[in-house]
């Protein structure tokens, strides 16, 4: 079996840390006898800086053409001040509408080798494993109009029943095969487009009665992460309220660096890190690559159905956190510093230890 994955570098430490997931995606692959077929393109500033475009055709129809993409990271200060339709930034947003990656999941699990990274106390945060399911296709980043002028700027916020709909469903099919509990995210106090998001999670859940709603403001909802967050299990949000929360749950575990994203629709689907590019760290090994070689476990997860190896890339990852290592963003008294290469490094010679133990269990049908 050979799977075509586009890989989309980016900007900043987007190249440190896609190079750190390739490795791991050339080990597992080699183990469980899959052929990876790489296609290597750009996007973001990179993309601006070559095509005056931070989303080519090029690089779109070779996304078209592959089974999944990875994307490293995309922006910086170098482009704020292009045009919105120039910024790197416009050209994720576009990726995402053209291939129709209308569900984010973002897991935010608390790893116990790190629960005393993160500023809230511990007893806050042990057994904290939830998801943000954030609709990423829709809402305020892509409504019409939108535009400023000297006096005045405006966005509008909007949602139709299809992509309420086929995101709530997404939200309780996860939530049945984790703990049954779906939390729905939004401002229907206040917001006309959140009681009609509302009112339509709640018809979707007439299909799925075995599975808790309730709903949460999301002023709330952000402190309540902070304050209670094992309470949470599926969090089902629009696109702008799961920019934000998925963010906060970052936090909560102790660094940006340790989030896993996966952007998925009917037919295409592309994995990320969620940190963002850090450009005042680019280059200098100091990226922490745990959330994209954790992308690319969600990656080996959905897109590739080998469910097994996923499982063996996150007990790897947990096992060099256990062991001690850790990069600049995690570090603690009594950890060993590794770079983004040597953290790579760890984790894929722990991977090998734990796939040749299951190897007979792994191939016995």
């Not at 405006?154 to 309420?164: A, F, G, I, L, S």
């Not at 060099?320 to 963003?329: C, E, F, I, K, P």
Request: with cysteine; aromatic share 8%; proline share 3%.
């Amino acid at each position: 079996m050979t799977y075509k994955v586009v890989l989309l570098p980016g900007d900043g430490i987007g190249v440190e840390v896609t190079n750190a997931a390739v490795r791991v995606i050339k080990t597992v692959a080699e183990s469980f006898n899959v052929s990876m077929e790489f296609n290597e393109q750009l996007i973001g500033g990179s993309s601006y800086e070559k095509y005056k475009n931070p989303l080519t055709d090029e690089t779109l129809q070779a996304c078209y053409d592959s089974d999944v993409v990875f994307l490293g990271a995309v922006g910086g200060p170098k482009w704020e001040t292009l045009p919105h339709n120039l910024k790197p930034e416009a050209a994720l947003l576009k990726l995402r509408k053209a291939l129709g990656l209308y569900t984010n999941i973002r897991p935010a699990k608390i790893y116990n080798a790190l629960i005393d990274a993160s500023t809230l106390k511990k007893e806050v945060l042990e057994g904290t494993d939830f998801i943000v399911l954030r609709e990423l296709t829709g809402g305020i980043y892509f409504g019409n109009p939108r535009g400023f002028d000297k006096d005045r700027g405006w966005n509008t916020m909007e949602y139709t029943r299809e992509e309420v709909v086929r995101i709530a469903q997404m939200a309780f099919k996860l939530a049945r095969m984790r703990r049954k509990k779906v939390t729905s995210v939004d401002k229907a106090n206040v917001l006309d487009v959140s009681q009609f998001w509302r009112n339509i999670v709640h018809e979707v859940h007439k299909d799925f009665q075995d599975v808790e709603l309730n709903d949460m403001y999301v002023d709330n909802c952000a402190m309540q992460i902070v304050r209670n967050p094992k309470q949470f299990d599926v969090l089902l949000t629009s696109n702008l309220f799961g920019d934000i929360l998925s963010d906060i749950a970052g936090m909560i575990t102790g660094s940006l660096g340790m989030l896993p994203s996966a952007s998925i629709g009917n037919k295409y689907a592309l994995y990320e890190p969620v940190h963002g590019s850090a450009p005042d760290i680019a280059g200098q090994g100091k990226a922490n690559p745990i959330a994209a070689i954790s992308s690319v476990a969600m990656m080996f997860n959905y897109s590739f159905q080998m469910q097994k190896a996923a499982e063996m890339i996150e007990t790897a990852i947990e096992k060099v956190l256990v062991q001690g290592y850790r990069t600049a963003d995690i570090i603690s008294d009594g950890c060993k510093l590794v770079s983004t290469e040597q953290m790579a490094e760890c984790v894929i010679e722990n991977y090998h230890e734990i796939f040749n133990q299951q190897a007979i269990g792994v191939f016995t049908l």
